[in-house]
């Protein structure tokens, strides 16, 4: 019901773009374009569907990408209001176009493309050089088609996140939890034809079975409960605060390390580390990622835990970094998923959710994040994850 919900909403979002625009588009991550969807408007001078397999700015075969636009694509950042001359053909006069566009990531984090919209400025333009249209008011009009576009974009890529999160969350259901419901199945229907039908009285290995039995509904119960958890924590509507980052990464330093005093890690939190967004949302960010850090390097003999940020283009990006286990970056897409582990619960304990869960935080935020990793007992081994916000 939910995902109908959303995808409805999707389509009015589109719908609702598309008569805001002169055309809004998709690409793949060729930034080739795969979907195009065209004005209730009449559109004399081009056929936007020949954009198919194109890229946005190509309105006339060998046309280039305006430098913001390259930019952006380079660093795979938004767009917006980049500005589009088309030369004339056919005898048609020469257009001036406003290009916008926002990135779009799947639910793993894997780029996937670019979801962006064309304005036709021409006779917007061609008002003000002749003066019909006050200079106030053109800025202003400027100013509010860049606001709602934005906005637009930015909702559109937050739905397609929101659906590509929907469908993992439908595998894991499908997928999770039917293993402890196997277990459940298989040891019930050995019990029953063991000691119900032929009366035996019950044994040790009867008794195994049914804890077999108990211990799976209690990891299914545990699942859902965690998957309930996740979905109220991440849907709670976000108290945009500014956020000392650095004062809460080191309140869970001292939580860590008094939670076991024997392990002499060294800890290395930058100062001054601040942002925007919800406090409570952030500190279970923090977390997870520095509780990961702690857990993974627990065997690593002078174990190093850094907090830390970085300017990457003028996009501050934050990072925690630890020199434990690592993992085999073959793996991961599979990262962010629910319920995804690389390590057996022998090895490290954890319910595969805290990475699940900090990706929806992030991306509440505006910003994404990703791994890198080197496994044990490779020379320089540990992981590092990254993430923005509001980007």
Request: proline share 4%.
């Amino acid at each position: 019901m939910r995902q109908r919900s959303i995808r409805r909403e999707l389509q009015a979002l589109r719908l609702s773009l598309g008569a805001a625009a002169t055309w809004s588009w998709r690409s793949d991550a060729e930034c080739r374009v795969i979907e195009v969807e065209a004005s209730h408007r009449d559109i004399d001078w081009f056929d936007s569907r020949t954009l198919l397999g194109r890229r946005p700015w190509e309105i006339r075969p060998g046309m280039e990408a305006p430098r913001g636009v390259t930019t952006a694509l380079a660093a795979r950042a938004p767009f917006f209001d980049i500005r589009l001359d088309v030369p004339g053909a056919g005898g048609e006069p020469s257009r001036v176009l406003s290009l916008s566009g926002a990135p779009v990531f799947s639910g793993t984090g894997r780029f996937r493309g670019y979801a962006g919209a064309a304005h036709d400025l021409t006779a917007l333009m061609a008002a003000s050089s002749h003066g019909t249209v006050p200079a106030g008011d053109l800025a202003e009009l400027r100013r509010e088609l860049d606001s709602h576009e934005r906005q637009l974009a930015e909702r559109s890529a937050e739905l397609d996140h929101t659906l590509r999160e929907l469908d993992s969350f439908s595998y894991s259901v499908s997928h999770d939890l039917r293993a402890p419901l196997r277990v459940v199945d298989g040891f019930a229907t050995i019990v029953l034809e063991d000691y119900g039908d032929r009366g035996k009285p019950l044994d040790d290995l009867g008794r195994d079975h049914l804890r077999r039995i108990v211990a799976a509904s209690q990891r299914m119960n545990s699942m859902i409960d965690t998957l309930l958890s996740l979905s109220r924590m991440t849907s709670k509507e976000l108290a945009r605060e500014r956020v000392d980052l650095t004062q809460i990464a080191r309140e869970l330093v001292d939580d860590l390390r008094a939670q076991d005093q024997t392990r002499a890690t060294a800890f290395v939190i930058a100062p001054n580390l601040k942002a925007d967004g919800d406090s409570t949302l952030l500190r279970l960010v923090l977390q997870n990622l520095i509780g990961n850090a702690w857990k993974f390097s627990a065997r690593t003999p002078q174990a190093r835990i850094e907090f830390a940020a970085r300017d990457e283009g003028g996009v501050l990006t934050y990072y925690v970094r630890d020199n434990g286990a690592g993992f085999d970056m073959r793996f991961a897409e599979k990262l962010f998923g629910l319920f995804q582990r690389f390590h057996s619960a022998n090895e490290f304990a954890g319910t595969g959710v805290g990475l699940a869960t900090v990706q929806k935080i992030v991306r509440r935020h505006g910003g994404r994040i990703w791994a890198e990793a080197i496994p044990a007992p490779n020379e320089g081994h540990g992981a590092t994850f990254y993430f923005t916000l509001w980007e």
